[in-house]
């Protein structure tokens, strides 16, 4: 029996190095998760999985119109929702509809418009969050430490594979 020559040694050591960087990266970056309930309808549904990009928001802070992971307060559980208010705004939500400063923003991507929110300041470095679906859907005020990553692409049921859009203000 012939033994590696340090040679292949030294490859295999450094094709498992790199393996491992590849791994971390990718762990350290992107992240898979399922949407849970209604909240996101019409544009999420039960069931489907999403990337997440946890590295979104390492070199910019969150826009308005993002689709997030985030820790919601009052449970403590990974939600996704899509941010609407941004720190220092005054937000309402009066019959599903949001006013950032006391003007209306236009939200094509929302369903529904039984929630309410009286008119509050976002903290500094919160964000004001909500679900597309204003019938079932939760507000919440999330710390920026709260917020997981950018939902980035939808990949299960596999064919509905598609880009997670956020909404653009601008």
Known sequence: MKLPTK???????????????????????????????????PNLEHGQRVL???AAYWFS?????????????????????RI???????????????YINDSKIE???IQGNLINRAPEIVPDDSYLIVGDNRDEASSDIVPRSDIIGKAWLCYWPFNDWHLISGYSYH
Request: proline share 5%; glycine share 8%.
């Open 107 to 109: 939200e094509p991507y």
């Open 7 to 41: 040679t292949t040694v030294l490859e295999i050591a450094v094709t498992l190095a790199l393996a491992l960087l590849i791994f971390l990266g990718i762990h350290l970056t992107l992240e898979s998760r399922q949407v849970d309930g209604t909240s996101m309808l």
């Open 84 to 98: 609407v208010g941004l720190p220092n705004e005054k937000v309402e939500i009066s019959e599903g509809q949001v």
């Open 61 to 81: 802070e969150p826009h308005r119109g993002d689709v997030v992971v985030f820790y919601a307060p009052s449970s403590g559980k990974e939600v996704i929702h």
């Open 52 to 54: 997440v990009c946890k």
